[in-house]
């Protein structure tokens, strides 16, 4: 009987150890394993449903990553590529590369832009993907350059067609959740 006793008191142990580390979520796992490298995609967000957009179709340096109602347009359509480091690029219709703005003095609310990419992947333009758990292809597009659990957000989570993407400390808000849509 002693020896039950014990196991059971182990067991208990585990389980509450268990417990008080939280559920572990795919989201740890950085499972992005449904995303090809080099395919097509729409990136819509969670909380509008719109998607990220080239603001104005712009080819130039710089131009502003905003939300926009889904249209079927080039400008909304991203390339996606995973780096030998594990992270990921996003080539626009310009052939140019998403990326945070300044990123030695980004802060919350540094925009995201297309910039020209030099040939090597540049901190700057590459994001973890990382699964919600929360449903299907539904993602955090992280922002690893700054080691400071920063993601992709949707400006003061608004539905407004123009609404500036910008990097942000983590939240649960809706507003950093993208849907990450393969396209023909």
């Known amino acids: 009987m002693r020896s039950r006793s014990k196991a059971w008191r182990v067991l208990t142990v585990l389980g509450l150890a268990a ?5 572990l979520t795919a ?12 395919a097509t995609y729409e990136i819509r967000s969670q909380a509008s449903g719109k998607c990220l957009d080239v603001k104005d179709a712009s080819e130039a340096d710089g131009a502003s990553i905003v939300q926009w109602t889904c249209n079927g347009g080039t400008n909304q359509r991203f390339v996606l590529f995973q780096e030998a480091n594990g992270y990921w690029s996003f080539q ?5 590369f998403l990326a945070v703005k300044d990123i030695e003095n980004a802060m919350d609310g540094s925009p995201i832009t297309q910039i020209p990419q030099s040939g090597t992947t540049e901190a700057n333009s590459t994001f973890d993907i990382v699964w919600d758990g929360s449903a299907a292809d539904v993602y955090r597009i992280g922002v ?10 949707v400006k003061d989570g608004s539905q407004a067609d123009g609404a500036p993407i910008i990097q942000y400390v ?3 808000g809706p507003n950093q959740l993208f849907k990450v849509v393969k396209v023909a």
């Open 170 to 172: 983590h939240t649960e």
């Open 19 to 23: 417990a008080a580390m939280g559920p």
């Open 92 to 96: 626009t219709f310009a052939h140019k």
């Open 144 to 153: 690893p350059a700054n080691d400071a659990n920063r993601f992709f957000d």
């Open 27 to 38: 989201a740890q796992g950085a499972q992005s394993s449904s995303i090809e490298s080099g």
